[in-house]
C-alpha cells in the first residue's frame, strides 16, 4: 500500500563519501520534493521537480544534487557529506497544487 | 519571500482540554493551506486541507482550521484532545510562482498529559 518509498530506511556514511538516496512513487503525481528535516526542526526544501524541470532553492547546497530519471523515480546524491547533513531527508509527492504524500524518509547518519 | 509562521513551539495539554494553534503566513497570491501531523517516529500524515470555499475546514480525528484571508492565518482547533494527539503539528502552504513550492511552518510540539 505504501505510494511513496524511500531507501534506505537508515544510512551510515563516513564523512566525504558520496551516497545517494531513492525515491519512487505508484501515484503518478508529477511533482517530487526533497526535504531535509533536522531534530525538532521543520522539513526543509532542498529542491523539486516539476515534471521534468528542475527547480533549486537558493540556499541549497552545491553538494546536494537531484536526478529524476522518470515520473516514478527520484534520487537526491551528496557529493561530499559533511557531518552537518546528519538528518531525516524526506521525499515527498504531489499532483501540481494538491496535497502532498510523504514517504518514511531516510535517515542519514555522517560519522 | 513566502514563509510560514507558527508561534507555538511547544504547547502541553490536559486530556480534554481544547486546543489551538497558530498558523500565519506571507504570501499575497492564492494559497492552498495545510495541517500535518507527525507522530513520533512516523512519516507526515495529512491533517486537513483547504483549496477554497467554507474557510472553517473539518480534517480527520476531530481536527478543524479556520481560514481567514484579512489575518492570513489558518489556526488549527480540537475541543477535547487526547493522549493520543500527543505529536508535531507542521502548517504548510503551497505557492505558485511559475512553480509550486511547498513550504512548512517550523512546527508545534504538543504533549497530552493523560
Known amino acids: 500500500d505504501a505510494m511513496v518509498i524511500q531507501n534506505p530506511r537508515y544510512q551510515v556514511t563516513q564523512f566525504g563519501k558520496p551516497v545517494t538516496l531513492s525515491c519512487s512513487q505508484t501515484?503518478?503525481?508529477?511533482?517530487m520534493y526533497w526535504y531535509q528535516q533536522k531534530s525538532s526542526q521543520a522539513p526543509k526544501l532542498l529542491f523539486h521537480?516539476?515534471?521534468?524541470?528542475?527547480?533549486n532553492e537558493a540556499d541549497t547546497p552545491d553538494n546536494f544534487q537531484s536526478r529524476r530519471p522518470n515520473t516514478s523515480f527520484c534520487f537526491l546524491d551528496i557529493r561530499s557529506p559533511g557531518l552537518g547533513d546528519t538528518a531525516m531527508y524526506l521525499c515527498?509527492?504531489?499532483?501540481?497544487?494538491?496535497?502532498?504524500?510523504f514517504g518514511q524518509g531516510t535517515r542519514l547518519t555522517v560519522v | 519571500a513566502q514563509s510560514v509562521s507558527q508561534h507555538n513551539h511547544h504547547v502541553i495539554l490536559s486530556e480534554a482540554a481544547s486546543l489551538e494553534l497558530g498558523c500565519n503566513y506571507s504570501?499575497?497570491?492564492?494559497?492552498?493551506l495545510f495541517w500535518y501531523v507527525q507522530y513520533p517516529g512516523q512519516h507526515l500524515q495529512l491533517l486537513l486541507k483547504?483549496?477554497?470555499?467554507?474557510?472553517l475546514v473539518k480534517g480527520i480525528k476531530g481536527f478543524e482550521a479556520e481560514f481567514i484571508k484579512s489575518k492570513f492565518s489558518f489556526n488549527l482547533r480540537k475541543p477535547s484532545v487526547q493522549w493520543s494527539d500527543t505529536a508535531e503539528y507542521f502548517c504548510?502552504?503551497?505557492?505558485?510562482?511559475?512553480?509550486?513550492?511547498?513550504?512548512f511552518g517550523t512546527g508545534t510540539r504538543l504533549k497530552v498529559l493523560a
Open positions: 515527498a509527492t504531489s499532483r501540481d497544487r494538491a496535497e502532498a504524500f
Open positions: 501515484l503518478n503525481h508529477n511533482v
Open positions: 521537480y516539476y515534471d521534468k524541470d528542475f527547480n
Open positions: 504570501y499575497g497570491g492564492t494559497v492552498n
Open positions: 483547504y483549496f477554497s470555499g467554507d474557510p
Open positions: 504548510a502552504v503551497i505557492t505558485y510562482s511559475g512553480t509550486y513550492k511547498y513550504i
